[in-house]
T-cell receptor, first 113, second 117 residues
């Protein structure tokens, strides 16, 4: 079945450092890929998405490119801020599988000033 | 309301009791999903409704779990004979009707934190 594997955390960075959180997926069809973020004490929020191969999702300085050849959707940000501290979830959904979302285990990011 | 709402926000119960968790989706969203998020884990799919019917309940862990959506809007997740292992955050999400291509973004509620003592 469909599944997502993402880099284990926690990740601790200094402010303005470069961030990469790896995510790879397994899917039988052509899923859409997502990054969700969960800030402390808040619910899940969509950060960015990509619906087909080679699409790049971007938001708030974060980017991720849908790579079909490597089945990956790595999250990157060039310069992190303290306010980016949160848990990040990679996820996929497949319209041929009721669109239910399959999540990775989450990666906790802490950015120190 | 503007987003998905869930009630209660917190529920503490004793082992063996029955609980109901409620989800109010975004108005006009025909698809509704329930997920369970255990501590330190990603959300795990439980059940999906398209309209009033459960189109996929393959994620429900056992027959103590049941969900309904009688009028195609509000949904209730019901857990019988609760066990300590049921303690988790239960998330609800809604989206527009399932399309045949592209993504249908799911909007998540804040969750209900269930604690079984």
């Amino acid at each position: 079945g469909n599944s997502v594997t993402q880099m284990e955390g926690p990740v601790t960075l200094s402010e303005e450092a470069f961030l990469t959180i790896n995510c790879t997926y397994t899917a039988t069809g052509y899923p859409s890929l997502f990054w969700y973020v969960q800030y402390p004490g808040e619910g899940l929020q969509l950060l960015l998405k990509a619906t087909k191969a080679d699409d790049k999702g971007s938001n708030k300085g974060f980017e991720a490119t849908y790579r079909k050849e490597t089945t990956s959707f790595h999250l990157e940000k060039g310069s992190v801020q303290v306010s980016d501290s949160a848990v990040y979830f990679c996820a996929l959904s497949d319209v041929h599988n009721n669109n239910d979302m399959r999540f990775g285990a989450g990666t906790r990011l802490t950015v120190k000033p | 309301g503007a987003g998905v709402s869930q009630t209660p926000s917190n529920k503490v119960t004793e082992k063996g009791k029955y609980v109901e968790l409620r989800c109010d989706p975004i108005s006009g969203h025909t698809a509704l999903y329930w997920y369970r998020q255990s501590l330190g884990q990603g959300p795990e799919f439980l059940i999906y409704f398209q309209g009033t019917g459960a189109a996929d309940d393959s994620g429900l862990p056992n027959d103590r779990f049941f969900a309904v959506r009688p009028e195609g809007s509000v949904s209730t997740l019901k857990i019988q004979r609760t066990e300590r292992g049921d303690s988790a955050v239960y998330l609800c999400a809604s989206s527009l009707e399932i399309g045949t291509s592209g993504s249908n973004e799911q909007f998540f509620g804040p969750g209900t934190r269930l604690t079984v003592l």
